[in-house]
Each structure stands twice: as structure tokens, then as C-alpha cells.
């Protein structure tokens, strides 16, 4: 979100389903939705575990307006820059994680220190990101 973030939510093991997503991360939603009112957008991207019935069920009683979003669209997602981000910086640290104890831990020491202006700036990308999908015709956008 411009201009601030959440904690980082990290899953226990196993699969994401749509009901470890309802239960798990939509709570954070209605958190923001509540806060920013009328004008909250929001955006997934059209993973399974995103899309099921109870999702949708969930995000209409909560009045949550979804952003339409194209089916395979891994380049216009800031998320996807975000994970590279936290990828890149777990890869350069001296004494990359070992364990899933200290990978946790290294990704939410990762995230904090992640500048607000990172996240900013790749969402306001979009746009130009969308126009240059569209003058790629839905080719990977050259970087």
C-alpha cells in the first residue's frame, strides 16, 4: 500500500488454500478497507487459493472491491519486485539462513528494513508497466 505496509505474514507450513487465505490474510484487508473506505482497491493476482467461493463470498459481504487483474501477469505485480527484493538482500547476507526458524527471521528483518519508497514507487509503476505490456502485446516486458 502507498505509504505503509503491514508485518509480513508469514505461513506456517503447509498449502494455501481459500480458507487459510480468508483466515490468514483477508483479515488484514478488512483491517485496510475499513481504514481507507470507499476509495480501497484491492489487488491479488488470480492464484487458485485467491479465487475460490469463499473468497469471493467473503470479499463481497465485506463490500471489498477486487482490482480486475490478467491471468498470468507476473510482470505488472509489485508483489513479484517485492519477493525479488527480499530474495536479493537474503542472498547477500554474510551468513545467508539455514534453518526455517532463522529464514523466518531473516525475512521479517528483510521486510522491516525495506524502504517504504521501494514499495511507493513500484506501485505507482503500474501504470507505465500496463502500457508497456500493451505495446509488447502481453510479451515478458523487457527491464
Not at 494455501?16 to 493476482?45: A, H
Not at 554474510?94 to 522491516?112: D, G, M, S, Y
Request: glycine share 4%; net charge negative; hydrophobic share 40%.
Amino acid at each position: 500500500m502507498l505509504g505503509c505496509r503491514t508485518d509480513l505474514h508469514i505461513f506456517d507450513a503447509g498449502s494455501v488454500n481459500g480458507t487459510r487465505y480468508c483466515k490468514e490474510i483477508l483479515p488484514y484487508v478488512r483491517l485496510f478497507r475499513g481504514s481507507m473506505g470507499l476509495q480501497f482497491l484491492f489487488m491479488d493476482d488470480n492464484a487458485p487459493c485467491h479465487r475460490t467461493v469463499d473468497v469471493e463470498q467473503l470479499l463481497e459481504s465485506e463490500d471489498i472491491e477486487r482490482m480486475d487483474w490478467p491471468a498470468r501477469s507476473p510482470d505488472l505485480n509489485p508483489i513479484e519486485h517485492v519477493w525479488d527484493f527480499l530474495d536479493r538482500r537474503l542472498a547477500a547476507r554474510t551468513l545467508p539462513p539455514v534453518t526455517i526458524r532463522e529464514l523466518r527471521l531473516a525475512l521479517q528483518e528483510e521486510w522491516a528494513a525495506m524502504p517504504q519508497q521501494l514499495i511507493d514507487t513500484l506501485i505507482l509503476s503500474i501504470g507505465r508497466r500496463c502500457e508497456t505490456c500493451l505495446a509488447v502485446r502481453g510479451d515478458y516486458i523487457p527491464y
